[in-house]
């Protein structure tokens, strides 16, 4: 079966086994005090029954205007702050469901408006998400050359405790402001800022709805738009860091397969030519056979070799104990230049980076045996392609 098919079945098993675990624990959290609490308002209905001389029918018309009349409570919600408000809360999928649009016209331009918005915003989102976080690379790495650390690369450790804190320190910061500015207790206060910059929106905590607050505190108002607006690219920064990387792993598995069914298809063609068998003992032969013996074929065979064992190495870099490298992306940072990340086609840059490639892998601590067969040669004996190199380099080096 395919990684990428075992991957999606394993997260849908997870996901619903999740799901069973955090039903269970909710049953046992939240039911029996539900249970109390509905057993108090049948009670607490038939006494105002009983007091007021109401029948059910009544009860039930009162009930129905208490409930229409509850938006109403914090004042006018569709002058301009309060559409506003709403037109967020739409975007950004928070819907706490506070306000709703009553006439059909609203409706029909809440869908549409929604339909636009919300993709528009998730891009918005983790564009900016995106750029934030090569900012903070940069300025990692700069503070680390600063100092004088000797490896001054940004790990992917570094970057995720740095979005954690953000984020820590993003919901602290609201709860504080909103337990002055509300009345909340700080956990309460808390509760609603992660329900709110997570778009879970359950309605039951919303700002904005005391004393009549959109129409009287223009300051609290704009301060509360800012915030879930800031918090809301806070998260995605850190969702950007996290999530997408995993849900890029599919997109990245076909394209190393194609790139494995193509080196292999090349090998396979190259396998019929007597000229490129493996091993050979002369540089020269090996140049002049498998190359073509022309300048421009030369240039061509080796950028297309380098490019061979890039592959290579992303293929067995499990089994290469000497690879101080864990992953594409580690390579990636430490010799962007060298190595593009499109795997870059141009035979003359390939030839022009292969001394540095060489010196650059040399000089990051690997202590494979420079002997005639490199690590990787001993690892796989279809990984031929180094041999096209001997004549390349200075000195022999292993990746």
Wanted: aromatic share 10%; proline share 2%; with cysteine.
């Amino acid at each position: 079966m395919k990684r990428q098919n075992v991957r999606t079945l394993a997260l849908i098993i997870c996901t619903f086994s999740y799901l069973l675990v955090g039903a269970a624990i909710f049953d046992v959290l939240e039911s029996r005090k539900e249970t109390a609490q509905r057993k108090i308002l049948d009670d607490r209905k038939q006494n105002l029954i009983r007091e007021y001389n109401l029948t059910l029918e009544n009860f039930d018309e009162l009930e129905r205007v208490v409930l229409q009349l509850k938006p109403h409570k914090a004042g006018v919600q569709w002058k301009f702050a309060g559409s506003f408000y709403f037109a967020i809360t739409v975007i950004t999928t928070i819907g706490y469901g506070h306000a709703a649009p009553s006439t059909d016209g609203g409706k029909i331009f809440c869908m549409f408006y929604a339909l636009l918005g919300i993709p528009l915003t998730l891009v918005m989102f983790q564009s900016l998400g995106e750029r934030i976080n090569t900012l903070v690379r940069y300025l990692l790495h700069r503070l680390k050359k600063c100092l004088g650390m000797r490896r001054t690369e940004v790990s992917m450790v570094n970057m995720v405790i740095i979005g954690f804190v953000s984020c820590m320190s993003t919901l602290c910061v609201g709860a504080l402001a909103f337990s002055q500015f509300e009345g909340w207790s700080f956990f309460h206060a808390y509760y609603y800022c992660f329900i709110t910059l997570t778009t879970i929106g359950f309605g039951d905590y919303v700002a904005l709805q005391k004393d009549h607050a959109l129409q009287t505190k223009p300051e609290y108002v704009a301060f509360s738009f800012i915030y879930i607006l800031t918090g809301l690219t806070v998260i995605g920064a850190f969702l950007n860091l996290v999530v997408l990387r995993f849900m890029t792993m599919n997109a990245e598995d076909e394209k190393r397969d194609a790139e494995q069914r193509a080196l292999l298809s090349r090998n396979g063609r190259a396998g019929g030519d007597p000229r490129c068998a493996p091993d050979l003992p002369s540089t020269s032969s090996t140049a002049s056979g498998c190359g073509g013996g022309g300048g421009s074929g030369g240039g061509g065979g080796a950028g297309r070799g380098l490019r061979n064992v890039y592959a290579e190495v992303l293929h067995f870099q499990s089994m290469c104990s000497c690879l101080w490298y864990q992953s594409r992306e580690k390579l990636q940072y430490s010799i962007p230049m060298i190595i593009p990340r499109d795997l870059s086609t141009s035979d003359t840059y390939m030839m022009e980076q292969v001394e540095g490639f060489s010196d650059a892998m040399h000089s990051n601590g690997c202590v494979c045996s420079l002997q005639l067969h490199s690590g990787i040669s001993s690892v796989s004996t279809g990984l031929h392609s180094l041999n096209a190199y001997r004549g390349l380099t200075k000195r022999r080096s292993s990746i």
